[in-house]
């Protein structure tokens, strides 16, 4: 189920390993009151220190969206930078 201007419609997720990283395509269609069909591309991996990233683009589009999760240990408290 999508949000925003596509909410109250159906989106498609489709997953695959790509090297290192799951890679999720997600397809939604078109809101109710008309617009363009998006595509987005979300990737997870783990990176050299072992928190874990999520890029999420659009595809043609000059954008990137990324979350670096932390994981809480003797660093200290979990970090969402």
Known sequence: ???GRSSGTTAVFVTTWKNE???T???APPGPRGG???T???TRFIDRDGSLVIETTIP???NLRRLVYVRADS???ARLY
């Open 40 to 42: 987005y591309v979300e």
């Open 36 to 38: 363009a069909a998006t």
């Open 75 to 77: 660093r200290g408290p």
């Open 25 to 27: 395509k997600i397809s």
């Open 60 to 62: 043609g589009r000059a």
């Open 1 to 3: 189920m999508t949000s």
């Open 21 to 23: 990283r799951l890679e």
